[in-house]
């Protein structure tokens, strides 16, 4: 049988959404989705960040991070301020309420990671974290 042009791309793209709606599903008490925990995750290792770092950390693009951040800060879960350095830029951080949350986020993505990756043994999971780095770093120095 002849091997599809698109074979690991079409398995890491099935795999991507399956993982996105069961995180959506396991989330929703939190009124978060897989598009938007992180960003609780990620603000809540620090008191504030600029919102160009946070672009940085996330890896999207700014317009993606400003939307999510918007919902987030609908939701009352982050706070969104003028730096008092430099005008032109943002300060983001938690709220009281987004702090709240990190406990919570954190549990149900270790399940689900943990459930995930229930079948593989520790050196698969640390040969499969290797190998996701090489092809980010592959990724990244594409001309696509």
């Known amino acids: 049988m002849p091997k599809e042009p698109d074979e ?5 793209n099935i795999l991507a959404r399956h993982i996105q709606h069961d995180l959506d599903v396991a989330l929703a008490p939190t009124t978060l989705s897989a598009s938007n925990y992180y960003f609780i995750l990620k603000l809540g290792k620090v008191d504030e960040m600029r ?3 946070l672009f940085k950390t996330i ?3 700014p317009s993606n ?3 999510r ?3 987030l800060i609908a939701l009352g879960l982050v706070a969104k301020r003028r730096s008092d350095e430099d005008k032109r830029a ?11 949350l990190i406990p919570m986020v954190t549990q149900i993505v270790a399940d689900y990671e943990a459930t995930l990756t229930a079948k593989l043994s520790e050196a ?15 990724e990244k120095g594409s001309e696509f």
Not at 8 to 12: C, D, G, K, T, Y
Not at 124 to 138: G, P
């Open 51 to 53: 919102q160009e770092t």
């Open 8 to 12: 690991l791309l079409s398995r890491v």
């Open 65 to 67: 991070v400003t939307r």
């Open 90 to 100: 943002w300060i983001i951080s938690l709220t009281p309420k987004g702090r709240r």
């Open 59 to 61: 890896h999207l693009n």
């Open 124 to 138: 698969n999971k640390i040969e499969f974290v290797r190998m996701l780095d090489v092809l980010n770093e592959t």
């Open 69 to 71: 951040l918007a919902q």
